[in-house]
């Protein structure tokens, strides 16, 4: 062989060992696990044990709130955990909820890492299902869990307080444990404490580095944190290696005891090898069934009642002598426990007190025929909320808060107002709301001076549809029918990321889907009222749709329903303008000409449209969207119909352009537009 083809080989020798080496290096990565659940709706590879299971809606559910049940979900498939005698790391992001029907429900849940998909000794029990009594802190049980642990238990298992987050090796004795609760700023000198029964969305990481071993836990609350915190809650140094085997399940587990609460987790994202694990999608979150509700009447009765006998109860406590009142304060304060509506939480009265700094007037935000709003930070979370206090003028005033409790209560959408809670006081009804930073789109539209900037047409837009989307939820998407009544644009609020949600619904009514709702007294605010109100006195889903058409033109034309000082009526107003060719016009001046000239026409055109006459002519909310979004064409005919004298054909409305001219035919009497 000449020394040329030696080389030759030896070159072909490192070639084939470098396409080996090359072809070994994906054999190697392919034992790394990856996967994302955002949601669980069909999950793929994922088994659930005990009373676990997977809800309709997409929403992994460990424990319902009976007592003395556990739930296990595990990823099928067993996962590489040590790899070179060393721990693989690992990184996992998910996002619970614990609902408790009381306050103090039990006892929490864990993301688990363990030797075999049946947790050996598990009992149902204060041990979150992961072992049980006999087997603690026994080497042989291959357990690593991260705990979120909502009850205290006797100060025996190296507790932080009875709202916590631990991690356990092999034992429900916590290596180490803290009080739940993240990190705002990054030096993290101060952390804001959370609540982990709080039944809202907390997103946790979890992130294990296999050389330094040094094992990270942050936790956030989605919806006020919905970026991870830069510092981890607990940042520990352990080596796993005594407790993984090769081959690991991960997962989830819990228990309930004699304390019970509903687990759920809502996504799930796990990953391998180093990387972190792939953010959660929290757009997609699905949600937390809500409790069924009885029929609204009998419910309304129901709580109307129940806080009347809360109301008599203390009448009759008070009458007991001043000494005894005082101590029996605390002792009703637990009774009335017991009367508390499920949902939202009922603030003892002395945490909104000292929030609001005692209701001064330096934190109030605003005030109307309902009573006052004021800003508060709740100390114990150190959320900022709004606290409406209604003048309560005799039945009314409980009426509407009743009827605000029970029905946005138990909703959630995100382009409606949460309530967090509500407090009952004597005279004083409370009522707590997420915080809107930038206020009402009215005083957006209205209040601002010279110098406030002017909304946009894309904020306006992105606001009409927020409020489309929740109108929809109140129609069509909750378990009854919800008539909100009062759509408009003072009860349109700006979350912080200018997002719109629809608040107060203190003159809200709630029907079965399919029922005819009953005649109630007619209410809501001259300019949104639809003309069948006054004949039929029946608040419908398409009485809304027409609140919703004036507040659409409303909000492109940047003038009132109803102008106060001219007494215009804006719906005629646009009309004349359409029929005269001129929608250009009615567009809001302040835009300066800046805004989608296609999107301005069909917002103009669909508040028309929801301003007709006869409600069945007008569009539902769901169309409404589609057409919005753009998933419905508009009628080919646009014909709209306004009163039985009032008939405009708009042509199509492609055809309906800035400067041609539209047929008019007033006193036309034609009917069958859509
Ligand atoms: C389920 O497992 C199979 C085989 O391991 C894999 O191909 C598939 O992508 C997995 N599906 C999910 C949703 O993780
Ligand atoms: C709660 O879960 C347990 C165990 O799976 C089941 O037997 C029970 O029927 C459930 N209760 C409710 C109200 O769903
Ligand atoms: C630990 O568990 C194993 C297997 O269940 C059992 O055989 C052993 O006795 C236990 N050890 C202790 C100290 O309880
Ligand atoms: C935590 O675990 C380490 C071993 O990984 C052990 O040395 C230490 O004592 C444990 N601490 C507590 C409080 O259990
Ligand atoms: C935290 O760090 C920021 C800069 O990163 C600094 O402005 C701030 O004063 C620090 N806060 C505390 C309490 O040290
Ligand atoms: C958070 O703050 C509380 C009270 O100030 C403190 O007890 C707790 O140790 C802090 N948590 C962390 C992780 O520093
Ligand atoms: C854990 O946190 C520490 C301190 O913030 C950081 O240096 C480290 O990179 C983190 N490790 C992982 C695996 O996230």
Redesign the pocket.
Same mark, same amino acid.
């Given at each position: 062989m000449s020394p040329a083809s030696v080389t030759l080989l030896c070159h072909l020798a490192v070639l084939s060992l470098l396409a080996h080496v090359l072809l070994l290096l994906p054999a190697c990565s392919a034992a790394d696990v990856d996967f994302i659940y955002n949601g669980f709706r069909n999950a793929a590879n994922l088994s659930t044990e005990d009373a676990a299971s997977v809800l309709r809606g997409g929403v992994l559910q460990l424990t319902n709130d009976t007592n003395k049940i556990m739930g296990h979900a595990f990823y099928d498939s067993a996962v590489q955990m040590v790899r070179d005698s060393a721990v693989v790391s690992f990184s996992t992001a998910f996002v619970f909820e614990i609902v408790s029907v009381s306050s103090g429900g039990g006892h929490g849940m864990a993301f688990v890492v363990a030797a075999s998909k049946t947790l050996p000794g598990a009992s149902v029990d204060q041990y979150l299902g992961l072992m049980g009594k006999d087997n603690m802190g026994n080497l042989s049980n291959h357990v690593f869990a991260v705990e979120f642990d909502t009850v205290q238990a006797n100060g025996l298992l190296n507790e932080a307080n009875g709202n916590h987050v631990g991690v356990d090796l092999n034992s429900l004795v916590s290596n180490v444990s803290e009080p739940a609760a993240y990190f705002a @700023? @990054?030096?993290g %000198? %101060?952390n804001v404490s959370v609540q982990l029964e709080s039944a809202q969305p907390i997103q946790t990481w979890v992130d294990y580095d296999g050389v330094t071993k040094i094992l990270n836990v942050t936790i956030a609350p989605v919806n006020s944190v919905p970026a991870r915190p830069r510092r981890a809650l607990i940042s520990h140094a352990v080596d796993l290696i005594p407790i993984f085997k090769q081959e690991m399940y991960v997962g989830f587990s819990s228990s309930t005891g004699k304390l019970a609460s509903s687990h759920y987790v809502l996504a799930w994202s796990f990953r391998t090898g180093g990387a972190a694990a792939e953010p959660i999608d929290l757009s997609r979150l699905p949600k937390v069934p809500k409790k069924p509700a009885p029929p609204p009447s009998v419910s309304v009765v129901i709580k109307i009642v129940a806080l009347s006998c809360a109301v008599t109860v203390t009448a009759i406590v008070a009458a007991i002598g001043s000494a005894i009142w005082l101590r029996r304060r605390a002792a009703l304060a637990e009774t009335l426990e017991e009367w508390e509506l499920d949902n939202p939480h009922r603030f003892p009265y002395k945490e909104l007190h000292m929030a609001t700094k005692g209701f001064k007037d330096s934190e109030l935000l605003g005030a109307g025929g309902f009573g006052q709003v004021y800003r508060g930070v709740l100390r114990r979370t150190g959320d900022v909320v709004a606290v409406k206090r209604i003048s309560s003028n005799g039945r009314q005033g409980m009426r509407e808060f009743v009827a605000e409790v029970a029905s946005l209560g138990r909703m959630r959408h995100r382009n409606l107002v949460e309530l967090r809670g509500w407090c009952k006081r004597g005279q004083d009804l409370l009522l707590v709301y997420e915080f809107m930073p930038h206020g009402s789109l009215d005083a957006l539209l209205f209040g601002g001076g010279a110098q406030s900037p002017v909304l946009t047409w894309e904020q306006r837009s992105r606001i009409l549809r927020g409020v489309a989307s929740g109108l929809v939820y109140l129609h069509e998407e909750w378990e009854q029918v919800v008539v909100h009544r009062d759509v408009k644009a003072s009860n349109v609020l700006l979350a912080a990321d200018m997002g719109a949600r629809l608040g107060d619904f203190g003159l809200a009514r709630l029907y079965e889907h399919g029922a005819d709702p009953a005649t109630t007294r007619v209410v809501g605010t001259l300019g949104y009222m639809a003309p069948e109100l006054a004949v039929t006195g029946k608040a419908t889903t398409a009485t809304d749709v027409f609140a919703y058409g004036a507040l659409l033109l409303e909000a492109a034309c940047g003038r009132r329903p109803i102008d106060p000082v001219t007494g215009v009526n804006l719906m005629r107003w646009v009309r004349d303008h359409g029929v005269r060719g001129d929608l250009v016009h009615a567009v809001d001046g302040r835009l300066d000409g800046c805004y989608d000239k296609v999107e301005a026409r069909l917002v103009l055109w669909l508040g028309l449209s929801c301003s007709q006459a006869r409600p069945e002519a007008r569009p539902s909310m769901r169309q409404v969207c589609q057409y919005l979004d753009g998933e419905e064409a508009v009628p080919e005919e646009a014909v709209l119909v306004f009163s039985d004298v009032d008939t405009v054909d708009f042509g199509s409305l492609t055809s309906l352009t800035w400067s041609s001219c539209a047929t008019m035919s007033v006193g036309s009497q034609r009917h069958g537009g859509r």
């Open positions: @700023d @990054d030096n %000198s %101060s």
